[in-house]
C-alpha cells in the first residue's frame, strides 16, 4: 500500500492519503513594481500573491522551482521565467545569482524554511515576505496495512509524520527532497524522487511497491 503525506489532497489510483496540515496563505501587502525579479518556491507563494489585493508587474522576472509554476506564471502573462536545473533554492541562488547582483528582489516564501535564501543572499537587493505557512490539522490515526509505501511531500510534514507514526523496517520512504529526506537519514529504505513533483514521487513509489 502507498501512503501520500501531504497537505492537498491528490486521487493517485490505489493510493491512500494522509493530511496532517492545510496551507494557511497570508495577506501580502507590496508594490510589485518597485522590484525586478520575484522569486517562489512553490505554487502556494503564487496562490498567496493572487489572493491578495496587489497589481501584477508583468515586466518582472520570475525564478521558481518547478515547470508547473512557470507555466502558471506564463499564463498570467509573465515572459521572462525561469527555472534552475535542479528545483532546489540553493540550486536556484547559485545558478542565477550572477544575474540577481544588480536586481532588486521580492523572496514570497513558507513561514518555514529548509533553506534560508535571504540570509545565503546577504550581498544581493533581495526582500522576503511570508506568504504562507502550514498549519496542522486534527488527525485521526489511521490503520496502516504493512508492509507500505510512505511518500512525503515536504519536511514539515515529515516531521509532523513522526508524531503519530512509527515507521517499521519492512516499510520503504519515498521524499520529494533531499531537505525531506533528512528527517529519516538513519532509515534503510529511503529513495530521492529525482524529480521534485508528486506525481514523479507517486511513480517511484509505485516502482518500489511492485
Known sequence: MIYLISSQAHSFKNTKH???????????????????????SSRNALKALLKSKCELNLKMQILTLSQKSAKDFQ????????????A?????????????????ILYLR???????????AKDLDIKELIAYESIYTKHKIQK????????????????????YY??????KIVCIGSSTAKRFKNFKNLHVSKKQDIRACINLARKLDS
Do not use: H, M, Q, W
Open 166 to 171: 512509527e515507521i517499521k523496517d519492512e516499510d
Open 18 to 40: 494522509i493530511k496532517l496540515s492545510k496551507i494557511k496563505f497570508k495577506d501580502i501587502n507590496v508594490n510589485l513594481k518597485e522590484f525586478d525579479t520575484l522569486i517562489t
Open 88 to 104: 532546489y533554492l540553493k540550486d536556484l541562488l547559485l545558478e542565477f545569482k550572477k544575474d540577481l547582483k544588480a536586481k532588486k
Open 144 to 163: 496502516l496495512i504493512r508492509p507500505c509505501v510512505f511518500v512525503f511531500s515536504s519536511f514539515e510534514l515529515a516531521d509532523n509524520f513522526l508524531k
Open 110 to 120: 513558507a513561514e518555514k524554511i529548509a533553506f534560508d535564501l535571504a540570509n545565503e
Open 75 to 86: 499564463k498570467l502573462g509573465f515572459k521572462d521565467i525561469k527555472i534552475p536545473s535542479k
